[in-house]
Each structure stands twice: as structure tokens, then as C-alpha cells.
């Protein structure tokens, strides 16, 4: 595709319900990673795939928290049992992933989660 | 463990001005990027400096990385009110696919 796209836009949820946030890199895009921003604050990196393999989940605030990537394209972010401090922007970004230098990170929208 | 900061954290200017953001690496950067981030968008990259030393221009920005490869800076001469936004650099270590971002430098420009 034209760029990184993330789906839903905005997520509005229940204490306690589960989410999944979904993640379409740039074609041809090996690596993608989900960073967390709350409002004002600095980007907060979860987790970075490589392919199909997440080789750092270091980021990851909880075990409520997971990512899988499947065909090297498309990514989801799984929140379980969903608590208000996880309301932030999610945001995804893909980068060409090639070479043994860290390349441009392209940013999607990213997906406005509201706990109630 | 590896730590990008950035300062000020927020400055507000009268167009016109001139605005610089400091970026610090606890550790040797293999490179450094910029981005910007407008209120309610998502990053956007800018720039990225990759020798010791180099110094990139754009229009009224110029990009710096230090000598030790450890810090960088971002100098916006003669603000406009487009420039409104937050800025962040990311640090590219050695030997990892990781940016590590900073902690970003908000800029308020006032007419």
C-alpha cells in the first residue's frame, strides 16, 4: 500500500474487555513496530518484529499485552482485560528493514484507545 | 540501559524567533533521525545524520550530530506557525534494529 495503515481509528472500550489493534505495514516492509503515546507524552516503544519473529518485547507493559505478525505483513497488538491506564494512542511503524543500519521508521496513524 | 533525552521539553517562541532542540544519547549512536509529530498526527521522519560530525540543511532547519556521535541538535531559524509541533530524534545503536526515541521537544510558535 501508499503507507502504514491502522485499523480501528478510534477504539472506545468497557474496564476489563479485550482489544485487538490491527496493523498493515508498507509492502515489501520487514520490520514493524508498536509504539504507545499517551496525550503529550513521548512515543513509548512495546515491541519491534522482524519478519514473523519479535526478537524484542522488552517494551511490552504487561503479560495483558501481545503482538503477533503472520506472512510478514500484517500485524495485531492483543490487549487483554483492558485497564484505563491503557488508554493512549497506538501506533505502528514499518521500515524497509534492510541492511545493518537502523532505516526510516514510516508511521501510521495510529489507533486511539479509550477505557472507560 | 539506553536512554535518548531531549531538552527543553516544551518552548513557546513569537514567530520570527529562532528555536534549537538538544538531543543527548546515553551511549555511541551508530545514527541519529528526526521527526516531527504536528498536534493530533503521527511522526513524521525529517532527517537522518550518520557521520561524526555531519550537519544537514533544510530550508530554515539545520541538523547537527556531534562529534562523539552522542548528541544532535535541530536549529529552526526564523519560526513560522507551521513549525508548530513536536520534534523527536531517535538514536540508532550499533548492532540493533531499535530507535530509540527521545523524549521530545514541543514547540508553540505565537503570531
Known amino acids: 500500500g501508499a503507507g502504514v495503515s491502522q485499523s480501528p481509528s478510534n477504539k472506545v472500550t468497557e474496564k476489563g474487555k479485550d482489544v485487538e489493534l490491527r496493523c498493515d505495514p508498507i509492502?515489501?516492509?520487514?520490520?514493524l513496530y508498536w509504539y504507545r503515546q499517551s496525550l503529550g507524552q513521548g512515543l513509548e516503544f512495546l515491541i519491534y518484529?522482524?519478519?514473523?519473529?519479535?526478537?524484542?518485547k522488552s517494551g511490552l507493559p504487561s503479560d495483558r499485552f501481545s503482538a503477533e505478525r503472520t506472512g510478514g505483513s500484517v500485524s495485531t497488538l492483543t490487549i487483554q482485560r483492558t485497564q484505563q491506564e491503557d488508554s493512549a494512542v497506538y501506533l505502528c511503524?514499518?521500515?524497509?528493514?534492510?541492511?545493518?543500519?537502523?532505516?526510516?521508521?514510516?508511521f501510521g496513524p495510529g489507533t486511539r484507545l479509550t477505557v472507560l | 540501559g539506553q536512554q535518548v533525552m531531549q531538552i527543553p521539553q516544551y518552548q513557546h517562541v513569537q514567530e520570527g524567533e529562532d528555536f534549537t532542540t538538544y538531543c543527548n544519547s546515553s551511549?555511541?549512536?551508530?545514527?541519529i533521525q528526526w521527526y516531527k509529530q504536528r498536534p493530533g498526527g503521527h511522526p513524521v521522519f525529517l532527517i537522518q545524520?550518520?557521520?561524526?560530525?555531519e550537519v544537514k540543511k533544510q530550508k530554515r532547519l539545520t541538523f547537527q550530530f556531534g562529534e562523539a556521535k552522542k548528541n544532535s541538535s535541530l536549529h529552526i531559524t526564523a519560526t513560522q506557525t507551521t513549525d508548530v509541533g513536536t520534534y523527536f530524534c531517535?538514536?540508532?545503536?550499533?548492532?540493533?534494529?531499535?530507535?530509540?526515541f527521545g523524549t521530545g521537544t514541543r514547540l508553540q510558535v505565537f503570531p
Open positions: 511503524a514499518s521500515s524497509s528493514g534492510s541492511g545493518s543500519e537502523v532505516d526510516t521508521q514510516y
Open positions: 509492502s515489501g516492509h520487514t520490520a
Open positions: 518484529f522482524q519478519g514473523n519473529s519479535a526478537p524484542d
Open positions: 551511549t555511541t549512536l551508530s545514527n
Open positions: 545524520l550518520v557521520k561524526s560530525g
Open positions: 531517535a538514536g540508532g545503536h550499533i548492532n540493533t534494529d531499535k530507535l530509540i
